[in-house]
């Protein structure tokens, strides 16, 4: 379907997490069988869908995962409207999932440089949003995850 848009290599958990959750995604699986899932509702016709992303741990390393392929149900005829918003939506989880290690390269980068982690107050600002979405040790572990060592 649209696996296209997903980026399938390897990432800490606790950073997939964050970014599934931060886009309306909840996890319905655990252990062997993780998975996400959102709800899409076409307002047309009132009828929702839903939009699953499994989540692979890989064997070897406990607190990395892989997205897996996307699954979009809800009947015989998905309307097109709900496909191009699903599309975008994986997109946009690429993007973020992508953009993991960047970041992180990029922060290094500003604190080596200039003593702080921001710039400026815009900087500030997106970057207590992008903590706030971060959950916390005691949080991941109420979930029966294992928590990244690093953080």
């Known amino acids: 379907m649209m696996a296209k848009a997903l980026v399938f290599e390897k990432r800490p958990f606790t950073s997939v997490h964050s970014i ?6 909840r996890l319905i699986g ?3 069988s993780v998975k996400y899932r959102v709800t899409m509702r076409d307002s047309s016709t009132g009828s929702t869908y839903g939009l ?6 890989t064997p070897l ?14 009947g015989k005829r998905i309307p097109i409207s709900v496909r191009e918003a699903a599309e975008s939506k994986l997109y946009e989880i690429a993007e973020y999932v992508k953009n993991i290690m960047v970041k992180k390269d990029t922060l290094a980068h500003q604190m080596d440089v200039s003593g702080s982690m921001v710039r400026n107050e815009a900087d500030m600002k997106q970057l207590g949003k992008e903590m706030e ?9 109420e979930l029966g995850m294992t928590p990244d060592p690093s953080q």
Do not use: C, H, W, Y
């Not at 599934?20 to 995604?25: D, E, H, N, R």
């Not at 390393?61 to 809800?74: F, K």
């Not at 979405?133 to 572990?141: A, D, G, R």
């Open 20 to 25: 599934m959750t931060s886009q309306g995604f």
């Open 30 to 32: 655990f252990e062997e």
């Open 52 to 57: 699953e992303i499994p989540v692979t741990p």
């Open 61 to 74: 390393e406990p607190n990395q995962a892989m997205l897996g392929r996307p699954s979009l149900d809800g």
């Open 133 to 141: 979405s971060i959950q916390t040790k005691e949080e991941l572990m």
